[in-house]
């Protein structure tokens, strides 16, 4: 198992330097098939949202569809990765930035509540 930074990831997804590209294709295809296993965390997700959707002006559901197909791959492991799936999904439609669509996800996911003054998160936990 190998930890992937967002570079490997941003690579992957953009295209944008022809030989970091290829070798993120070749591991990542090995990865998709569960052949290979990568571990993801969650602060290399958030680094992703924020350089697709803030450096290179990738719409917010595209970057979000994009990277939650990626985290659905076999391999695929880390802490939180349903609850990364579900914040990107959630993150896609609007309303709320990802890493508070994450602080929900998580606090779905483990059965607690979310303690914040962020009005559109309490709005979306229904304690506002």
């Known amino acids: 198992m190998r930890v992937v930074d967002a570079n490997?990831?941003?690579?992957?997804?953009?295209?944008?330097?022809e030989r970091h590209y290829e070798q993120a294709v070749a591991f990542l295809a090995q990865v998709r098939q569960g052949e290979r296993q990568a571990y993801v965390t969650d602060a290399?997700?958030?680094?992703c949202v924020y350089v697709l959707t803030g450096f290179y002006q990738v719409?917010?559901?595209?970057?979000?569809?994009?990277?939650?197909?990626?985290?659905?791959?076999?391999?695929?492991?880390?802490?939180?990765?349903?609850?990364?799936?579900h914040?990107?999904?959630?993150?896609?439609?609007?309303?709320i930035d990802f890493v508070d669509a994450l602080v929900l996800a998580i606090a779905r996911e483990q059965g607690?509540?979310?303690?914040?003054?962020?009005?559109?998160?309490?709005?979306?936990c229904g304690s506002d």
């Open 8 to 17: 490997v990831l941003l690579r992957y997804l953009l295209a944008d330097h």
């Open 44 to 47: 290399v997700v958030a680094e």
């Open 59 to 85: 719409p917010r559901q595209e970057a979000a569809d994009r990277l939650e197909k990626l985290l659905g791959y076999r391999g695929i492991r880390g802490p939180h990765v349903a609850a990364l799936r």
């Open 87 to 95: 914040a990107l999904r959630r993150y896609g439609r609007g309303g």
């Open 112 to 124: 607690l509540a979310v303690e914040s003054f962020d009005r559109k998160l309490r709005r979306e």
